[in-house]
């Protein structure tokens, strides 16, 4: 997970592959803002081994600025999972518990 420094959206990343075809990193970003999760298709053209810091870094960065031009083409959106109805010690632990998954993973 990324938080990055404007807009302040939370971004997810799940796979990042690379496309030697394309010379490219390519994944799905997912962007948390207002209840909502919008998910871009991102392609990154760089050389196959930049730091992958580097890496997640810019394509949370494409991400968010495709977001802000509001571009609605070649995105998903859906409502964010909400957890109210559970007791707040589940959602904390739910929570946590996503974070170290996709912070392991990303």
Do not use: K
């Amino acid at each position: 997970m990324t938080r990055n420094a404007a807009p302040d959206y939370l971004t997810r990343i799940a796979r990042v592959r690379y496309n030697p075809a394309e010379r490219a990193f390519e994944a799905a970003v997912m962007l948390h803002d207002a209840g909502e999760v919008f998910t871009y298709p991102i392609s990154l053209r760089a050389p196959l081994d930049m730091e992958y810091d580097a890496v997640t870094r810019a394509l949370s960065e494409l991400a968010c600025r495709r977001h802000a031009r509001g571009t609605e083409t070649l995105r998903a959106r859906r409502e964010e999972a909400m957890l109210e109805h559970l007791p707040l010690r589940v959602q904390q632990a739910t929570s946590a518990l996503w974070e170290r998954i996709l912070g392991r993973a990303a």
